[in-house]
């Protein structure tokens, strides 16, 4: 059996002030929950969530590396950084970083290689907008960024990886995707990770729905067989968060 995983992305709210008084909020209303629960913060914010969870089993993730291991590359964070921090996530190729900052298939799979030899375990952003939906090519479009994303990974490594199904329409809209629509996308997206690396990989892949999920929505969406959890903005970063972590 899989363990769900719901990981709240912060994006970029909370300064370490502000982030240290978040997690001292929601770690007593996801205590006792049967999920994994991450909390995925702005890199500034790494260590003093870190010290926040310490002695919980919540974990921290980043939301974003860069490829390099160290270097001229100003403004960047590596994966050594994020894991010298205490992080064991990090979030990568969300629908955000690649509309606002320009990032590839291509960059994204770099990405994913070097967290992974890193041993940092990436969430893994995919999702279709709102346009291609409506031309009915949504599966093909995430099959593309799914196979472009994981060239190279071996299926040891694809196994211990998290895939976050975001439908760019549903994110931070209030526009959830029906749980049909998401249990379709999920169950595709298990059925590639099948094709590309047979069924005890596809078996233990955990792959998460976003976009919108709320207290009231969470149960059921984590309730079909491919959705594993989910990948959490906006209900991230309040109460209603603790509902969604015990769903
Ligand atoms: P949302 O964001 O829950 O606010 O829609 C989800 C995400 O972008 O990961």
């Known amino acids: 059996m899989r363990k769900k995983i719901i990981a ?9 002030s502000e982030a240290k008084a978040l997690a001292e909020l929601l770690i007593p209303l996801v205590k006792g929950t049967k999920n994994e629960v991450v909390f995925c913060v702005p890199a500034i914010d790494v260590t003093t969530v870190v010290k926040a969870v310490k002695g919980t089993k919540i974990q921290v ?3 974003n590396i860069y490829f390099e291991d160290k270097g001229a590359y100003t403004g960047e964070t590596s994966a050594d950084m994020l894991l010298d921090a205490g992080a064991k996530y990090v979030i990568l190729g969300h629908s955000e970083r690649r509309e606002y900052f320009k990032e590839t298939d291509e960059d994204i799979n770099k990405k994913v290689l070097k967290a992974l030899e890193k041993g940092l375990t990436p969430i893994l952003c995919c999702g279709e907008s ?3 939906r409506e ?13 472009i994303a ?17 439908p760019i329409w549903a994110i931070g809209t209030g526009k959830t995707a029906s749980t049909e629509q998401a249990e379709e996308v999920c169950r595709a997206i298990r059925v590639l990770i099948r094709e590309l690396y047979g069924q005890k990989t596809a078996n233990a892949i ?27 903005g906006g209900a991230s970063l309040k109460a209603d968060f603790g509902a969604v972590a015990t769903a």
Do not use: C, H
């Not at 709240?8 to 370490?16: A, I, L, R």
């Open 150 to 166: 994981l060239q190279g990974v071996t299926a040891e490594q694809a196994q211990k990886m998290v895939i976050a199904y975001e």
């Open 135 to 147: 031309q009915g090519i949504t599966i093909d479009w995430i099959r593309m960024q799914i196979k």
């Open 206 to 232: 955990r792959i998460q729905y976003g976009g919108s999920v709320n207290a009231k929505n969470a149960a059921e969406l984590f309730s079909q067989p491919d959705i594993d959890g989910g990948l959490v």
């Open 130 to 132: 709102l346009t291609q």
């Open 61 to 63: 993730g980043g939301e």
């Open 8 to 16: 709240g992305n912060w994006k970029m709210n909370m300064t370490p």
